[in-house]
């Protein structure tokens, strides 16, 4: 395994360090994280277990320290695959990610040991998927917003935030009688995700994956599934908690789903329930601009906001472009489309594992 080398710190200065199995460290990794202002879900450690257990990826979560105290920390992980190159990413299957440190020396150290990580692992390219602008200078991708919005403790100040058209669909969904329940498995939300993505062309990532989420982050991963009157599964969601935000992050729907609004039920009575948890922000997640996520978002009265993914490029001279938005994927997603829900259940960890 490829380590983050250090030279013997002075008193009192900074050092890196690379997050294994001390707990003593781990601790103190998500004590960090849970109160540095600028950190995310993404910068959990947790998400080490699941991209080493699951994906099998090389993980390196690197850490500052000064006298056993951590003063910023940068997760990364090494895809490496024939088809999609070979990359270091903080971090893959994350929206969010990229250096988050308590002063400029703690991110400096941590970005030059990922340069030099970068360059021993020999990869194409380096990316950080910032929500702030770090680096002017790289390429940055501007392919992608994220939606956030504040919640109100009152459930009918929230649907009195929601615009009149999106509260119609709302209302409607309600008037179905539609209810939500919560899964202690991924079992029903599987089936709804795979079948939805399927229908879009796109390989769906594994079971075992979600299984995955809810053991390593317990109560802070949750999934709502939205059910017709008669118990029929329509529409499920998979979220994220972090401090006081709600982050919604996998979803998948059944074809019957537009006719009850079960996509729209769905997220009211997630943003209810998220009100009854003391959750302030509901974090809507990342959308390709142009695209119908984009626009759903917009229509519940939640304004884009740029994130900034940025780039540096060692094998490569432009930014890799691994989404369905860039055309020599339009045969495969066709091709997938066509596939038996089966087989493609049984393909696809084998590719959108390289994804990231």
Known sequence: M???????PLPHALSIGQLENDSDVVA??????????????????????????????????????????????????QIKSRLFG????????????????DNDAAAAMLENAAEKLALELGVAHLEYRNLHAHHTDWPTQDLYVTFRKEIFAEEEANMLAI?????AMVRKGINYQLRAEFDSTADRFFSLFADNVHRHGTPALPKKYFQALLNEFGKDCEILTVVSPDGNPLSSVLSFYFRDEILPYYAGDAIAARDFAANDFKYWAL?????????????????????GPYS???NWGFEPQPLYYEYRLYQRESIPQNNPNNPKYKLMINLWRRLPLPVANFLGPFIVRNLG
Request: proline share 4%; net charge positive.
């Open 2 to 8: 490829t380590k983050v080398n250090s030279v013997l």
């Open 28 to 77: 103190k990794w998500e004590a960090y994280v849970t109160a540095a202002p600028n950190a995310t879900f993404f910068h959990r450690a947790g998400w080490q277990n699941i991209l080493q257990r699951v994906f099998g990826h090389r993980t390196f979560f690197l850490y500052a320290m000064r006298q056993g105290v951590i003063e910023g920390v940068l997760p990364l992980a």
């Open 86 to 101: 070979n990359s270091l990413t903080s971090l893959p299957f994350a929206v969010y990610g990229g250096v988050v440190a």
């Open 163 to 167: 615009p009149r058209k999106q509260r």
């Open 271 to 291: 943003m209810c329930h998220a009100a009854k948890r003391g959750i302030k922000v509901f974090d809507y997640g990342r959308s390709k601009v142009g695209t």
């Open 296 to 298: 759903f978002k917009k």
